[in-house]
């Protein structure tokens, strides 16, 4: 069992960054998947950035936010961690942190399967994002 308790968030104005925490009881990090998900209102759930052991690994980014988010890995740390720069009105939600069991490289290759959120084991509690224009 993996708990992932998210930090910061809050409220920025158009143009400006955020970075959110992800920290993870688990004895590591590696080898498994961890994704930032965000429930934008009116929308369904949907996957912002994912990543499989970080630089050293794979990552994948929304269309909507490539170029503006970066998502790594601290592993001394235990902890995910989604940059958010060049923030827009339309960032704004609930985000969420989550992860799945210890995987094989290579598992979620196909786009749908990282960004579906039923392949994930384990979520954090959720922190807000208020992007004012």
């Known amino acids: 069992q993996v708990e992932l308790v998210q930090s910061g968030g809050g409220s920025v104005q158009e143009g400006g960054s955020l970075r959110l925490s992800c920290l993870a009881s688990?004895?590591?990090?590696?080898?498994?998947?961890f994704t930032w998900f965000r429930q934008t209102p009116g929308k369904e759930r949907e996957g912002v950035a994912g990543?499989?052991?970080?630089?050293?690994?794979?990552?994948i980014y929304a269309d909507s936010v490539k170029g503006r988010f970066t998502i790594s890995l601290k592993s001394a740390e235990n902890t995910v961690y989604l940059e958010m720069n060049s923030l827009k009105a339309e960032d704004t939600g609930m985000y969420y942190c989550?992860?799945?069991?210890?995987?094989?490289?290579?598992?979620?290759?196909?786009?749908?399967?990282?960004?579906?959120?039923?392949?994930?084991?384990?979520w954090g509690q959720g922190t807000q994002v208020t992007v004012s224009s």
């Open positions: 688990a004895y590591t990090i590696s080898n498994r998947y």
């Open positions: 990543t499989y052991n970080g630089g050293n690994g794979d990552t």
């Open positions: 989550a992860a799945t069991r210890l995987s094989a490289a290579g598992s979620l290759s196909a786009g749908d399967k990282w960004f579906r959120p039923g392949t994930y084991d384990f």
